[in-house]
């Protein structure tokens, strides 16, 4: 029993995790409906249920996108807040490795937010440019933060995979 207790509370972790993906999303509503359908999901019950590192790396992953996706929020702000990158670039890669190392296979929550930040890049590169304000992205300086954030995400990750792995630090 109480070998499964872990798996079942990164379970819920896993539920809020995609609620608030579903938040950043669109809205409240969507973000519930994501939540019960995960929650009614007969795969995502199985492994919860179990006593397996599936749980561990599906809340981790979707915990990763969620961030991604504050993150990529932060591009269409009018002012740039460094800390806030920071921040975001750390929690990435404490996900991202902790996702790996949980499954190898969790390695893809790194591709995942890469994708995002650079997708959301391009877009606000190719829409602000063009929207009234302030504009942050036009700068030398914030044109290279989300990418440089990402490649950042990418290597942190790894570096939390191998410092953090007992098969390749023993």
């Not at 807040?81 to 790194?110: D, F, H, M, Y």
Request: with cysteine; net charge positive; aromatic share 8%.
């Amino acid at each position: 029993f109480w070998a499964r207790v872990p798996a079942a509370l990164f379970g819920v972790g896993g539920i809020v995790a995609i609620y608030v993906v579903g938040l950043q999303l669109q809205s409240r509503l969507t973000g519930v409906l994501a939540a019960l359908l995960l929650l009614v999901n007969p795969l995502y019950l199985t492994h919860v249920r179990r006593a397996m590192s599936d749980s561990f790396a599906e809340c981790m992953v979707i915990a990763a996108v969620a961030v991604a996706l504050w993150g990529s929020k932060e591009l269409w702000q009018p002012r740039l807040r460094c800390s806030r990158w920071i921040v975001l670039v750390a929690a990435e890669s404490v996900l991202c490795g902790l996702a790996a190392l949980a499954k190898l296979n969790g390695g893809v929550a790194t591709v995942i937010v890469m994708g995002i930040l650079l997708a959301s890049w391009l877009l606000a590169v190719a829409i602000r440019p063009n929207a009234a304000g302030p504009n942050w992205l036009s700068t030398p300086r914030g044109l290279l933060i989300p990418p440089l954030a990402a490649l950042a995400v990418g290597m942190g990750s790894f570096l939390v995979f191998v410092a953090l792995n007992p098969f390749l630090t023993a």
